[in-house]
């Protein structure tokens, strides 16, 4: 079965960390640019942070720069986002989207077909 596979979310406090994994199964990451999508009750899907194919080119929502990482690792098929200095306003579904479209469309427009993740709660609350 195809599918992207989300890990590492849950409860945090703010100013804590939570490292993110989406692996991918059936298939490798190879040549898709892949990108975590968040959305909150009662609010819009936000493009968090995409990586391109290679791995050599990101984008990051304002929102998150500085605080948030993302990483791929081509041999593991992984996507990594490390999520550091958590708001509560990162409480948040996330999920992670694989597409071969470029990597700033992705961010900005979401996936035009490719693969989505089931999705995973993330929590920032004391």
């Known amino acids: 079965q195809l599918q992207l596979v989300e890990s590492g979310g849950g409860l945090v406090q703010p100013g804590g960390s939570l490292r993110l994994s989406c692996s991918a199964s059936g298939f490798t990451l190879n040549s898709y640019a892949v990108g975590w999508f968040r959305q909150a009750p009662g609010r819009e899907r936000e493009g968090v942070s995409c990586?391109?194919?290679?791995?050599?080119?990101?984008n990051y929502a304002d929102s998150v720069k500085g605080r948030f990482t993302i990483s791929k690792d081509n041999v593991k098929s992984t996507v990594y986002l490390q999520m550091d200095s958590l708001k509560s306003e990162d409480t948040a579904i996330y999920h992670c989207?694989?597409?071969?479209?470029?990597?700033?469309?992705?961010?900005?427009?979401?996936?035009?077909?490719?693969?989505w993740g089931q999705g995973i709660q993330v929590t920032v609350s004391s």
């Open positions: 989207a694989a597409d071969s479209i470029p990597v700033q469309r992705l961010c900005t427009m979401g996936p035009t077909g490719g693969y």
């Open positions: 990586i391109s194919s290679s791995g050599g080119s990101t």
